[in-house]
């Protein structure tokens, strides 16, 4: 290989890797999320969001979360049901993959939650559109608002598989 090919091969990288950048940050810019997109990896939302599809998110501090009560009340649906889809840290954990699934109520502390028993934090009750019971308490507390990274707006079918494929 000749200097002239190494030289061109380093700049394709280097443009490449500048391309990726101004995407990553102007996404974080538009959006208010990180990350601002995410690929589904279970069909706890099925038939509305499916595994494969990529969600666009919007931080949570740049638009309001409707839960599925107060949609209900309003005539507001999103993916398909009432109420807004979040992505959340369940009980604010880093380690682990967030949860996709959808607000449908905000309950203060100590008051009851699905199981009867006293919430030990205010929160939004969650649950995938698929399953039959909420979120809380089976796998965490009541989502607190800075667990969550965004609020799902837009969904792209099938992308997402190819991230699913290297994971």
């Known amino acids: ?6 030289s061109g ?19 974080v810019a538009l959006t208010g999320a990180w990350p601002f997109m995410v690929a589904v990896q279970s069909g706890s939302m099925t038939p509305h969001i499916n595994v494969g599809d990529v969600i666009l998110l919007v931080g949570s501090k740049r638009t309001d979360i409707t839960t599925y009560e107060e949609g209900k009340e309003e005539g507001y649906r999103s993916f ?4 807004d889809v ?6 604010g954990m880093k ?4 949860v996709i699934h959808r607000a449908m109520y905000w309950i203060e502390k100590g008051d009851p ?7 030990p934090n205010s929160g939004y009750i969650t649950k995938g559109d698929a399953n039959h019971l ?22 792209i079918p ?8 290297f994971r």
């Open 1 to 6: 290989m000749s200097g002239s090919q190494l």
């Open 9 to 27: 091969i380093i700049k394709d990288i280097i443009s490449s890797l500048v391309i990726v950048a101004i995407i990553l940050i102007l996404g």
């Open 80 to 83: 398909g049901d009432y109420g």
């Open 86 to 91: 979040i992505v959340y840290r369940p009980n």
């Open 95 to 98: 380690g682990i993959t967030p």
């Open 113 to 119: 939650m699905p199981n009867g028993k006293p919430a």
């Open 134 to 155: 909420p979120d809380q308490p089976l796998i965490s507390y009541p989502v607190k608002p800075e667990w969550i990274i965004g609020v799902a707006k837009l969904r």
């Open 158 to 165: 099938y992308v997402g598989y190819v991230r699913l494929i």
